[in-house]
């Protein structure tokens, strides 16, 4: 069943106006093979059938199928590889799927003012790789890079375990090319850092696909280090290394990332990847430091102060690249490793105060035993984001029940700790009913507002971020007819 509901000649045509401009291999319309789009990695709740997917190779071709969109009245999406976990890219209104992945060129590397342009479905880690030999690199580093697109990770600001020291995807994005919800074209920011007027760059980055399509994207290029140290500081209890967290950074040390996994994690990954996590540890800290090599030095040995007076079991330091890169295999395939422990799970996404870590773990192991869910974490400590994994199985009478009242009970601790419901994986379908605990009806209006003044028609990924956008989300569209199908 598809979310919109098309009536069949109007789907017919509309498939016919958008093989004549993408060509007939850039449109997928077979029940059987729309399967595969119906959700993004939030595999768990949300699942919807697109009416088509349309894959086009430029900007003028996402451009001509926007207006088309617009002119029968069907709602569209953006989606980049659907490995984001909030269904962002869930088509839940059914619609018009506008996949990037075709478009994944890197169009041009400036090495001297370490800059590059890339098409939006350019795989992340592609970049990094492509500009290595010149000594540079591009920072945010999701744990997804393998896979996911800088064009998905422009609309959901993504970060990564990289991201304590360097930040965000929003502070590495120089300018983009974006196709407007109506069809037009505008250039966003530019080759400099703060360009007059408002910041409409800023306003799209992390607009998770309500604003428009981007389409290419400049980001900034950072100088690979002097050197790189990686440590693995083992624990007897998740508060032990939750403290060290902040007891790191009080004492002026920013690592490139600090990572924390408990014990389930642990076994998860172990049973996995073998990284030499030891199995009988409470919580590992994965520590980066990056720099000069003279300062990681002096850095690490203050690390290690911080990690034995929080009675740290074992510092050990990666010798080898080998053994560094072991050790973040590890962390890296950590989500992928769950299945290891659990049917299914729901990887949860929110954000407290670095200093607030070892109450909110407390807490969400409390909650955890309340409702006889196993929970695991994984968490981007140093920015104070924490993942909990909330194991589901669906035999167990009342299991999925008990884990969906966990994790609400998990994101108003948050909350109340003066957290937010997401740290990077975005709001899309999943957090839209949290949303009203963290801003005031005057708030989501300004929001809805914005949105309105990008998207009067609420096209563009209807019902996504907003609570009460259900107006928007599917029945309500009524296409206009096979006649505006039929222009070209
Ligand atoms: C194992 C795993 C680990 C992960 N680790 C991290 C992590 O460390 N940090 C992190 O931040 N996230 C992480 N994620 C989440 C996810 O990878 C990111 O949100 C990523 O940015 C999504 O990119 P994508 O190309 O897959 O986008 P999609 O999932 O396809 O889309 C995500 C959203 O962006 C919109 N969108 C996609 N492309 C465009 C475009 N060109 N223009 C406008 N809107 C667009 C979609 O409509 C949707 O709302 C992880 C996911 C997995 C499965």
């Given at each position: 069943?598809?979310g919109n509901?098309?009536?069949p000649?109007?789907?017919?045509?509309?498939?016919?106006?958008?093989?004549?401009i993408?060509?007939?291999?850039?449109v997928?319309?077979?029940?059987?093979?729309?399967?595969?789009?119906?959700?993004?990695?939030?595999?768990?709740?949300?699942?919807?059938?697109?009416?088509?997917?349309?894959?086009?190779?430029?900007?003028?071709q996402?451009?001509?199928?926007?207006?088309?969109?617009?002119d029968?009245?069907?709602?569209f999406?953006?989606?980049?590889?659907?490995?984001?976990?909030?269904?962002?890219?869930?088509?839940?209104?059914?619609?018009?799927?506008?996949?990037?992945?075709?478009?994944?060129?890197?169009l041009?590397?400036d090495?001297p003012?370490?800059?590059?342009?890339?098409?939006?479905?350019?795989?992340?880690?592609?970049?990094?790789?492509?500009?290595?030999?010149?000594?540079?690199?591009?920072?945010?580093?999701?744990?997804?890079?393998?896979a996911?697109?800088?064009?998905?990770?422009?609309?959901?600001?993504?970060?990564?375990?990289?991201?304590?020291?360097?930040?965000?995807?929003?502070?590495?994005?120089?300018?983009?090319?974006?196709?407007?919800?109506?069809?037009?074209?505008?250039?966003?920011?530019?080759?400099?850092?703060?360009?007059?007027?408002?910041?409409?760059?800023?306003?799209?980055?992390?607009?998770?696909?309500?604003?428009?399509i981007?389409?290419?994207?400049?980001?900034?290029l950072?100088p690979?280090?002097?050197?790189?140290?990686?440590?693995?500081?083992?624990?007897?209890?998740?508060?032990?290394?939750?403290?060290?967290?902040?007891?790191?950074?009080?004492?002026?040390?920013?690592p490139?990332?600090?990572?924390?996994?408990?014990?389930?994690?642990?076994?998860?990954?172990?049973?996995?990847?073998k990284?030499?996590?030891p199995?009988?540890?409470?919580?590992?800290?994965?520590?980066?430091?990056d720099?000069?090599?003279?300062?990681i030095?002096?850095?690490?040995?203050?690390?290690?102060?911080?990690c034995r007076d929080?009675?740290?079991?074992?510092?050990?330091?990666?010798?080898?690249?080998?053994?560094?890169?072991?050790?973040?295999?590890?962390?890296?395939?950590?989500?992928?490793?769950?299945?290891?422990?659990?049917?299914?799970?729901?990887?949860?996404?929110?954000?407290?105060?670095?200093?607030?870590?070892?109450?909110?773990?407390?807490?969400?192991?409390?909650?955890?035993?309340?409702y006889?869910?196993?929970?695991?974490?994984?968490?981007?400590?140093?920015?104070?984001?924490?993942?909990?994994?909330?194991?589901?199985d669906?035999d167990?009478?009342?299991?999925?029940?008990?884990?969906?009242a966990a994790?609400?009970?998990?994101?108003?601790?948050?909350?109340?700790?003066?957290?937010?419901?997401?740290?990077?994986?975005?709001?899309?379908?999943?957090?839209?009913?949290?949303?009203?605990?963290?801003?005031?009806?005057?708030?989501?209006?300004?929001?809805?507002?914005?949105?309105?003044?990008?998207?009067?028609?609420?096209?563009?990924?209807?019902?996504?971020?907003?609570?009460?956008t259900?107006?928007?989300?599917?029945?309500?569209?009524?296409?206009?007819?096979?006649?505006?199908?039929?222009?070209?």
């Amino acid at each position: 069943m598809n979310g919109n509901g098309l009536a069949p000649e109007i789907r017919r045509r509309l498939i016919q106006a958008c093989q004549r401009i993408v060509g007939p291999e850039g449109v997928v319309s077979a029940p059987d093979e729309l399967r595969v789009y119906e959700c993004d990695a939030l595999t768990y709740y949300h699942r919807s059938m697109p009416d088509l997917v349309v894959l086009p190779i430029s900007t003028p071709q996402v451009s001509e199928v926007v207006r088309l969109c617009q002119d029968v009245g069907v709602p569209f999406l953006p989606r980049g590889a659907g490995t984001g976990l909030s269904g962002g890219a869930t088509p839940h209104a059914g619609g018009v799927m506008i996949v990037l992945t075709r478009m994944t060129r890197i169009l041009g590397v400036d090495v001297p003012n370490r800059m590059a342009t890339v098409e939006a479905g350019c795989v992340n880690l592609w970049l990094t790789n492509a500009v290595k030999h010149a000594g540079l690199f591009y920072a945010p580093d999701p744990a997804s890079q393998q896979a996911c697109t800088i064009g998905g990770n422009v609309a959901e600001n993504a970060g990564g375990p990289h991201c304590l020291k360097y930040g965000v995807t929003t502070n590495h994005v120089l300018g983009a090319t974006v196709v407007l919800p109506g069809g037009e074209v505008a250039r966003l920011g530019g080759m400099v850092a703060d360009g007059p007027g408002y910041d409409l760059l800023g306003v799209f980055v992390g607009s998770e696909g309500t604003l428009g399509i981007c389409t290419e994207v400049t980001v900034r290029l950072m100088p690979q280090p002097e050197a790189v140290k990686t440590i693995l500081a083992v624990f007897r209890t998740i508060e032990d290394a939750s403290h060290t967290v902040s007891g790191i950074i009080g004492r002026g040390i920013i690592p490139v990332a600090m990572e924390l996994m408990d014990r389930e994690t642990i076994q998860a990954v172990e049973a996995n990847v073998k990284a030499g996590y030891p199995l009988d540890a409470g919580a590992v800290l994965l520590i980066e430091l990056d720099g000069p090599r003279a300062e990681i030095e002096a850095e690490a040995v203050g690390v290690e102060a911080v990690c034995r007076d929080q009675a740290c079991l074992e510092v050990r330091v990666a010798r080898t690249e080998e053994e560094r890169a072991l050790l973040w295999k590890g962390r890296k395939e950590a989500a992928g490793s769950f299945g290891r422990i659990a049917h299914h799970y729901h990887l949860q996404d929110a954000v407290v105060p670095r200093t607030k870590l070892p109450q909110v773990l407390r807490e969400i192991a409390e909650i955890g035993a309340r409702y006889g869910i196993k929970i695991a974490n994984v968490a981007h400590a140093g920015d104070g984001n924490v993942h909990p994994m909330i194991c589901v199985d669906r035999d167990v009478p009342g299991c999925e029940e008990r884990a969906m009242a966990a994790g609400s009970e998990i994101m108003r601790r948050c909350i109340e700790a003066g957290g937010s419901v997401t740290g990077e994986h975005g709001i899309g379908l999943e957090k839209r009913d949290y949303l009203g605990l963290m801003y005031t009806p005057a708030d989501l209006a300004v929001m809805r507002r914005v949105r309105a003044v990008f998207d009067p028609a609420g096209l563009c990924n209807p019902g996504k971020i907003f609570p009460d956008t259900a107006e928007h989300a599917g029945a309500s569209h009524s296409p206009r007819g096979p006649s505006a199908v039929s222009k070209p």
